[in-house]
């Protein structure tokens, strides 16, 4: 069986082209969400995976309707094939039910694997590059050295209340126990 799924970003924009060719492509139930793709609970989407069954195919117009990204995309892709599912995009002419779908959605999934690695590759080396030149990376300390000492001293005081020392530097309770251990490590 054939089951279509239909987005369209907003409400105002009209989903007839997409109803339109999942019909002539022989999409026996269609599902639509009036959603933004970037938001990930989609319930017309969450309908269609609970009615599809292994052995039938989820079919789309394009294959930016399914996906937020293609890494979000290839992971929906392959959830559906280890249950059984084939998929289907109409404009890309992708189709997981033969090997050359198989195919070339594979090398989607190898292309965002790639990418991904350049990304981790690109941001390590600029890390490596700030720290040789003295930079480092995270939050800047609120308190200053000598005022770790007397949150030490304060601390360490029975008649200084936690809510006073907290109210005084103005930070959390946690902040405190985090700049207590760093002192002690």
């Known amino acids: 069986m054939l089951v279509g799924y239909v987005r369209v970003s907003t409400k105002d924009q009209n989903a007839s082209l997409q109803f339109d060719a999942l019909r002539k492509e022989g999409c026996d139930k269609i599902f639509e969400d009036k959603i933004s793709g970037s938001i990930s609970e989609r319930p017309g989407l969450q309908e269609a995976l609970e009615?599809?069954?292994p052995g039938d195919t989820l079919v789309v117009w394009r294959l930016d309707r399914l996906g937020r990204s293609l890494k979000d995309l290839i992971q929906?892709?392959?959830?559906?094939?280890?249950?059984?599912?084939?998929?289907?995009?109409?404009?890309?002419?992708?189709?997981?039910?033969?090997?050359?779908g198989k195919l070339v959605f594979h090398i989607f999934g190898s292309l965002a694997e790639f990418e991904r690695d350049l990304i981790r590759e690109?941001?390590?080396?600029?890390?490596?590059?700030?720290?040789?030149?003295?930079k480092t990376g995270g939050r800047r300390k609120k308190l200053s050295d000598s005022q770790v000492k007397m949150?030490?001293?304060?601390?360490e005081d029975p008649t200084v209340s936690m809510?006073?020392?907290t109210d005084m530097f103005n930070i959390s309770r946690m902040s405190v126990y985090r700049y207590l251990k760093k002192e002690v490590e």
């Open 51 to 53: 009615f599809i069954r």
């Open 76 to 100: 929906r892709v392959q959830e559906l094939q280890e249950i059984g599912i084939g998929f289907k995009s109409i404009q890309e002419n992708i189709d997981t039910t033969t090997s050359g």
């Open 122 to 134: 690109r941001t390590k080396a600029g890390l490596e590059s700030a720290r040789a030149r003295g």
């Open 151 to 155: 949150l030490r001293t304060l601390h």
């Open 163 to 165: 809510k006073d020392i």
